[in-house]
């Protein structure tokens, strides 16, 4: 199809940089991993015997290195949290953690930014967590490093800072799920396909953010992302 057979214009399409590319890397979904750091889940409160679980975020709320990025509505608790990004580019359902990695296109940095009291608001009533976690601007990523050109990580830092301070610092090692178990265990429950991102869960030390606060991150042998926390919009 093309524009004119639309209705409306359709929306641009998602896409994340590729480090050292002209092309980018389009978003199909964003798919996020709840819980996958021990002391994450103990800074939290919740019960570390439970596995993780998978929550969305819609693709047209990614933004890029070096944004600044309203204070967003209807909060009090902004929150950082710095994930390993995963992007695919092929999919299945029911794929074996053996064979997982060959669905992988590359990796990135990202964060995870989370309504924080909206979402513990929502876990209270026993309802879903999209008002916390799922809103404009709340996936900001990072350049893509193809897995052709640095392999399949599986340990080194990733680390976050706020005005300079580093407030989380974890290692990829710590992860309970690794990368091919998180793919093989949400393909059991969704289609995984080629454009698909997967956010594999944050280390502790998360925190509140303000207007005017500057945020750094990155993971080692992966990548580094920076963004600003501005004034609420309008």
């Given at each position: 199809?093309?524009?004119?057979?639309?209705?409306?214009?359709?929306?641009?399409?998602?896409?994340?940089?590729?480090?050292?590319?002209?092309?980018?890397?389009?978003?199909?979904?964003?798919?996020?991993?709840?819980?996958?750091?021990?002391?994450?889940?103990?800074?939290?409160?919740?019960?570390?015997?439970?596995?993780?679980?998978?929550?969305?975020?819609?693709?047209?709320?990614?933004v890029g290195d070096?944004?600044?990025?309203?204070?967003?509505?209807?909060?009090?608790?902004?929150?950082?949290e710095v994930e390993?990004?995963?992007?695919?580019?092929?999919?299945?359902?029911?794929?074996?953690?053996?064979?997982?990695?060959?669905?992988?296109?590359?990796?990135?940095?990202?964060?995870?930014?989370?309504?924080?009291?909206?979402?513990?608001?929502?876990?209270?009533?026993?309802?879903?967590?999209?008002?916390?976690?799922?809103?404009?601007?709340?996936?900001?990523?990072?350049?893509?490093?193809?897995?052709?050109?640095?392999?399949?990580?599986?340990?080194?830092?990733?680390?976050?800072?706020?005005?300079?301070?580093?407030?989380?610092?974890?290692?990829?090692?710590?992860?309970?799920?690794?990368?091919?178990?998180?793919?093989?265990?949400?393909?059991?429950?969704?289609?995984?396909?080629?454009?698909?991102?997967?956010?594999?869960?944050?280390?502790?030390?998360?925190?509140?953010?303000?207007?005017?606060?500057?945020?750094?991150?990155?993971?080692?042998?992966?990548?580094?992302?920076?963004?600003?926390?501005?004034?609420?919009?309008?």
């Amino acid at each position: 199809m093309n524009a004119s057979s639309f209705v409306i214009a359709p929306p641009p399409q998602a896409a994340i940089p590729v480090a050292g590319e002209t092309q980018v890397f389009p978003v199909r979904r964003i798919w996020c991993v709840g819980r996958n750091y021990l002391e994450h889940i103990r800074e939290m409160g919740n019960d570390e015997r439970a596995p993780p679980f998978f929550f969305a975020k819609h693709a047209d709320m990614i933004v890029g290195d070096g944004a600044t990025i309203p204070y967003p509505p209807l909060t009090k608790d902004l929150h950082h949290e710095v994930e390993l990004i995963v992007a695919l580019k092929s999919g299945s359902l029911n794929i074996p953690a053996a064979r997982a990695l060959d669905h992988v296109y590359g990796y990135g940095v990202g964060i995870d930014l989370t309504r924080r009291d909206l979402q513990q608001a929502s876990r209270k009533k026993e309802r879903p967590w999209e008002i916390g976690k799922s809103f404009d601007n709340s996936a900001p990523c990072g350049a893509l490093q193809p897995a052709t050109r640095i392999g399949h990580p599986t340990k080194g830092k990733i680390w976050l800072s706020v005005n300079g301070i580093e407030k989380q610092n974890g290692d990829l090692t710590e992860l309970i799920w690794n990368v091919p178990e998180i793919i093989a265990k949400l393909s059991e429950q969704v289609a995984l396909a080629a454009g698909d991102i997967i956010m594999t869960g944050t280390p502790a030390g998360v925190g509140a953010l303000v207007p005017g606060d500057k945020v750094e991150c990155g993971v080692d042998g992966v990548g580094k992302l920076g963004i600003m926390i501005g004034q609420p919009a309008g």
